[in-house]
């Protein structure tokens, strides 16, 4: 018996270490391209601040589920673009954002939610069209379900009407799953022998899935450019 749990032991600990190097990768990548104090152009500050100025109503209407007020948030161009995180696929066409905010007329799916916007920066990309990039932090509830948190990083298109800036394009870009479960676990260290189980099986979870959906020619294309030389 002391055997068998020596060797699972080992294993166990080995399946760790492989989690770890994988994670410390991940964390060596993200200090290289930790985010810096940029200079920013005072139109750009501008640009920012007014862009900052719609989400904060925008979340006031989304945290009520106004939804008629959203929308009319939206640009009046009939061809919006929406990609939320939990969609497998982009939503294009004012029926399809309709379709999203209201997914089963007549019934609520909500019991509530709670949108917060950060880090706001923004650009113009010609005198009425700007693209802006910002922090989504949320709290949320479905009905019948408990309650959970979540953040993403969102890109969006604004376009001026002349009178006020309006979303015309929106797409939420997550974290890979690795760096968003280290973030997780940091935010929420594990406390017990329990969850630090729990958490461990998560990471290696998340190694075998990745590490599972190469590309069958992967090792095809890295033995032809085994001598390739980066260029700067």
């Given at each position: 018996m002391p055997?068998?749990?020596?060797?699972?032991?080992t294993?166990?600990?080995?399946?760790?270490?492989?989690?770890?190097?994988?994670?410390?990768?991940?964390?060596?990548?993200?200090?290289?391209?930790?985010?810096?104090?940029?200079?920013i152009s005072a139109e750009d500050?501008?640009?920012?601040?007014?862009?900052a100025a719609f989400l904060a109503d925008y979340a006031i209407a989304?945290?009520?589920?106004?939804?008629?007020?959203?929308?009319?948030?939206?640009?009046?161009?009939?061809?919006?673009?929406?990609?939320?995180?939990?969609?497998?696929?982009?939503?294009?066409?004012?029926?399809?954002?309709?379709?999203?905010?209201?997914?089963?007329?007549?019934?609520?799916?909500?019991?509530?939610?709670d949108n917060r916007y950060s880090e706001v920066r923004a650009k113009r990309i010609a005198p009425n069209i700007a693209v802006a990039t910002y922090r989504l932090d949320y709290d949320i509830k479905l009905v019948g379900m408990p309650a959970s948190h979540g953040w993403d990083r969102v890109m969006a298109v604004f376009m001026h009407d002349g009178k006020d800036w309006k979303l015309t394009a929106y797409v939420e870009a997550p974290m890979g799953p690795a760096t968003m479960v280290r973030k997780m676990m940091q935010a929420a260290p594990a406390e017990t022998e329990k969850q630090k189980a729990d958490y461990a099986t998560t990471k290696a979870t998340i190694k075998t899935l990745t590490e599972a959906g190469v590309s069958p020619d992967f090792d095809d294309f890295l033995e032809a450019r085994k001598d390739l030389q980066p260029t700067h």
């Open positions: 055997d068998n749990f020596s060797f699972v032991k294993i166990a600990l080995a399946a760790l270490s492989a989690c770890l190097i994988i994670y410390s990768v991940t964390a060596r990548a993200e200090f290289h391209f930790q985010n810096k104090k940029d200079s500050q501008q640009l920012a601040a007014e862009i989304y945290n009520n589920q106004d939804y008629r007020t959203v929308k009319q948030m939206w640009a009046d161009d009939g061809n919006p673009i929406y990609m939320a995180e939990e969609v497998p696929f982009p939503l294009y066409g004012k029926e399809r954002l309709d379709t999203y905010f209201n997914p089963v007329p007549g019934k609520r799916i909500l019991d509530g939610i």
